[in-house]
């Protein structure tokens, strides 16, 4: 697998993502999402919306704001459970998670054994004031997970879609958690993008419910291009799962800088539903229409970190490989990013053999065409072995060259990112070429 280091670079390189406020020196553990970046994240946002809720007659969506109000958090018990144990080196004062490190060992900071303090718990939650006045009244929580949402509409949403149990309601947004110890690119940050739902189920039901979210996730790592080789499936022991959850199955995965959590499916029982019931006084119950019984839905929650997918996206993708170049016989090193085609930036390059308008306007007249139906890029700089290269690099399924000969017969060739093979397609088939090979 592909060092941290070379994907970092490049990342910044090709405008996958940046180091964050970068020309002030960065910040810490911020990143920016470059124009290919962006693509890519969207892509993988979209995928997951249209598979889990639009495709799906059970799942509807919701966009809440990201702060709401205090006594959210206070029932959902994340202002006194959602919390990190954190031990100081009583020499640097560097803070580090008591379960990331050995306490036996001397701090990584100053290198010295004078020991760490007691392990205290941290509150995650990312505090900040309402208005005017820095006071406790005004005091505010950005959301430290999407699910609150889910919960605290479940009502108004059942009212208005008139959805019967078993169904989800999903999320896509932005979180934030103030981490003790963030790193390893955008796998830790303190602002991050998360995908999940709420699955509302009849108590007696859940386990069955748990096992089909098990294999969905399964089935979507497969549609993200991950080898099956690289995820682990670990059952989270009792005293060790998050405070609302009764059963916790952790995806994990074999990162370059070792085996860690991708995503989360929990069982997280009445737990939420209940302990808002309590808190507002609302009735957060749910009356069956065949049978009348009236009960508090249990819930199933699969939660996806976006920007873990995003990385594991682009380490499953990275490829080095000896390849043929333009001279005969003669081979150099070809780095291709082999995204599945839905996620890939770009699906097609336009790449007009000159620059001059003989060509170039007729390609970049294609390019538009084609751009309608998928994100094109278009380039008509340096060399077009060159081009190819740089098109490999950022992932882009099919590259089309537009030659002098395309004037006469009317025909372009379509280079396959993967195979690398070239073929010659009438422009008035193109289109039809293209979207049989992409399969969108
Ligand atoms: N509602 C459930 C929930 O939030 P979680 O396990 O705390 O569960 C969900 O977080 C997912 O968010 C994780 O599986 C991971 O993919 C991602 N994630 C968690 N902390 C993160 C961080 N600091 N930076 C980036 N992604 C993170």
Redesign the pocket.
């Known amino acids: 697998m592909i060092e941290m280091e070379k994907l970092v670079s490049l990342a910044k390189r090709r405008g996958f993502v940046f180091p964050g406020s970068d020309i002030y020196g960065g910040l810490a553990n911020s990143w920016d999402y470059g124009p290919l970046g962006t693509e890519l994240k969207r892509n993988i946002m979209d995928a997951w919306w249209k598979r889990f809720v639009t495709q799906r007659d059970d799942m509807v969506g919701m966009d809440a704001a990201i702060i709401m109000n205090p006594k959210v958090w206070e029932a959902s018990g994340h202002l006194a459970e959602f919390t990190d144990p954190l031990v100081e080196c009583k020499k640097c004062h560097m803070r580090y998670r008591a379960d990331q490190i050995d306490l036996t060992k001397a701090c990584a900071h100053c290198g010295t054994k004078d020991g760490f303090t007691e392990p205290r718990n941290f509150n995650m939650m990312f505090k900040t004031f309402l208005g005017a006045t820095e006071d406790a009244a005004s005091v505010a929580y950005l959301r430290g ?3 609150q949402a889910m919960f605290v509409d479940f009502k108004l949403i059942l009212d208005t879609t008139r959805k019967r149990v078993p169904f989800g309601i999903a999320q896509q947004g932005k ?1 934030f ?1 103030n ?1 003790i110890t ?1 790193g390893n690119f ?5 602002e ?1 993008n ?1 995908m ?1 739902f709420e699955y509302f189920v009849h108590p007696d039901e859940w386990e069955k419910h748990f096992e089909y979210w098990l294999q969905e996730m399964k089935d979507w790592l497969d549609f993200c291009g991950v080898k099956k080789e690289n995820l682990v499936f670990h059952e989270i022991e009792d005293g060790e799962r ?1 405070h609302y959850s009764k059963r916790t199955v ?1 995806i994990e995965y074999h990162y370059p800088f070792g085996q860690k ?4 499916l ?1 069982y997280r029982g009445e737990y939420d539903l209940k302990k808002h019931t309590d808190a507002s006084g609302a009735d957060l119950s749910y009356i069956d229409p065949v049978t009348n019984q009236k009960y508090i839905p249990h819930v199933v ?1 699969p ?3 976006i ?2 997918t995003v990385l594991l996206g682009m380490l499953e993708a990275y490829a080095e490989e000896q390849a043929r170049t333009a001279e005969e016989g003669e081979t150099d090193l070809r780095v291709v990013m082999r995204f599945p085609k839905a996620l890939a930036p770009f699906k097609i390059a336009m790449l007009p053999l000159s620059k001059k308008d003989e060509l170039s306007v007729p390609a970049r007249a294609l390019a538009s065409k084609l751009r309608k139906r998928w994100a094109t890029d278009y380039d008509e700089t340096q060399s077009i072995g060159k081009r190819y290269r740089r098109q490999d690099e950022i992932g882009t399924p099919y590259c089309v060259t537009y030659d002098f000969d395309t004037l006469n017969d009317q025909a372009v060739t379509v280079r396959d990112r993967d195979t690398m093979q070239q073929e010659r397609v009438k422009l008035d088939e193109l289109e039809g070429y293209l979207a049989a090979k992409l399969g969108f």
Do not use: N, Q, W
């Not at 955008?186 to 303190?190: A, E, G, L």
């Open positions: 997970e999407l699910a979180v958690r981490e963030p955008i796998f830790r940050t303190r991050f998360l999940e998050a952790d959590e991708l995503y989360g929990a929650e939660t996806f970190g920007d873990r």
